[in-house]
């Protein structure tokens, strides 16, 4: 595959608009292993100010030898500056007016049946820490607030990873699995289901404001997946 046909998929979100935002595909670099693009992506405001740091960060596969589909790794930031005169700096947050959902379901197309998406969740902003917390009271990961962004981006099975290999097992993540044809689509969203489903009859515990907004998440996940199990 050309180095043109590489960089195609992440040429597709170069301009895509949300609220008063645009992507802004920056520097995307050639990696060691073939097929394999490392990118920023930024956003871009209204007066053509771009963001300080990358919204998302991180390596983009094209796939490879023995069916392996086309994936993505990725770091991703909520909280964001945009440069202003005299030194200023205007802060948002993608969780408002849901722009953190409209950003996945613009990541989603790019990766096809049977890739996966994975996104770290070892950093310091508020999404990171609530979904660590979440996973240690055993709130599912589709319950989680960056797993649901995950769930809504078109992957229909959540599952937390982590590989220890010695020191260079890179941050925890969570990986999301987008099914290769109808059947697996249906395993999956079974699975979720009845993920979604446990979690809801569990009895409340002492961390009562993060797993009621764990319930809501939840209860919207299952609804998606049972509508679609009735087809």
């Known amino acids: 595959m050309s180095a ?3 960089l195609f998929p992440l040429r597709e979100l170069h301009g895509l608009g949300f609220e008063d935002f645009s992507l802004h595909l920056g520097e995307v670099k050639q990696l060691r292993f073939s097929g394999w693009k490392g990118f920023k992506l930024y956003l871009q405001n209204a007066a053509g100010r771009l963001s300080a740091l990358p919204v998302v960060k991180g390596i983009f596969s094209v796939g490879g030898k023995e069916g392996v ?7 991703y930031r909520e909280e964001l500056e945009f440069p202003e005169a005299e030194g200023q700096l205007f802060k948002i947050s993608m969780s408002q007016n849901e722009q953190d959902r409209a950003l996945f379901k ?5 990766i096809p049946p049977g890739g996966h998406l994975m996104v770290s969740y070892e950093g310091d902003q508020k999404i990171h820490l609530e979904t660590i917390k979440s996973l240690s009271i055993s709130i599912p990961p589709a319950a989680t607030p960056l797993g649901y962004l995950i769930f809504l981006a078109g992957f229909q099975y959540i599952k937390d990873w982590y590989l ?6 890179g941050p925890r993540k969570l990986w999301g699995e987008k099914a290769p044809d109808e059947a697996w689509s249906k395993n999956f969203y079974s699975r979720t289901a009845k993920q979604m489903s446990d979690f809801l009859q569990r009895k409340p515990t002492s961390f009562h404001d993060l797993e009621e907004s764990a319930r809501r998440r939840a209860r919207e996940v299952l609804k998606i997946a049972e509508k679609h199990l009735q087809f």
């Open 69 to 75: 589909k086309p994936w993505m790794d990725i770091e």
């Open 4 to 6: 043109e046909n590489e």
């Open 106 to 110: 613009h990541l989603g197309p790019l």
């Open 164 to 169: 220890a290999e010695g020191g260079f097992e």
